[in-house]
């Protein structure tokens, strides 16, 4: 029994390109492709790509064929899937991107010194914050160096409002900010005219209302002790 294996050809434009159904079509084809893949209307793309067909039958018959080949429409799925995940991929290293700059404390990024320089070149005897070297700063806090601020006087700062704005675009992205509202109808239970009728004792009820409820007046209670 013989073991079937891919062809050749096919194998080196999996090596050679993220595309290569798009990438092994024929140039006008490839320019239908991406004009489609942006606008989404056959007769749009038709055009961009370049085609001349000016007679309006001839027009509409490239058209369908151009939506019909089985080769075309597979190139638009493999384009668009890769877009959509250097899409996600983005999105992805931007969410982790904010979050870290969301959890970073100024500690992360700062050292706590007793004498600094400011920058008069004066020495200042006084406990202060000051940058700590990139070498010392954990990778997933480096991107919280951002909010490092230096004031006029040479002092060094906490940009919160720098990290206010991370952990809101984090918010947004992850749609944290967005709250779940139950749009149903409240449950409403309704008794007819049941409330308006003259409440009969079961038969087989042993418990009279009088020995269960309280009929003393609480206000006089605690006036009387």
């Known amino acids: 029994m013989t073991e079937t294996t891919e062809p050749k050809t096919d194998r080196k434009l999996m090596d050679r390109f993220n595309t290569p159904v798009f990438d092994s079509l024929p140039v006008m084809h490839r320019a239908f492709v991406l004009a489609y893949c942006q606008c989404f209307d056959a007769a749009t793309a038709h055009d961009t790509a370049g085609y001349k067909n000016k007679i309006p039958e001839k027009r509409k018959e490239m058209i369908y064929k151009l939506t019909h080949n089985p080769k075309i429409l597979k190139a638009m799925d493999e384009y668009m899937g ?79 409002m720098g990290q206010h704005r991370a952990t809101t675009m984090l918010s947004k992205l992850m749609m944290w900010d967005q709250e779940e509202k139950d749009n149903d109808t409240p449950i409403v239970f309704n008794f007819g005219e049941i409330q308006n009728g003259t409440y009969i004792k079961p038969a087989d009820t042993v418990i009279e209302l009088g020995s269960v409820q309280d009929t003393s007046d609480e206000i006089d209670k605690l006036t009387q002790h």
């Open 82 to 160: 890769k877009q959509i995940e250097q899409i996600d991929s983005s999105k992805a290293a931007l969410c982790v991107r904010l979050l870290n700059q969301s959890l970073a404390s100024p500690f992360d990024v700062y050292n706590w010194v007793k004498v600094y320089e400011n920058g008069k070149g004066d020495i200042v005897n006084k406990p202060s914050l000051m940058p700590k070297d990139f070498a010392d700063v954990e990778p997933r806090f480096h991107c919280a160096l951002v909010f490092i601020q230096r004031g006029r006087d040479g002092s060094y700062g906490w940009d919160t």
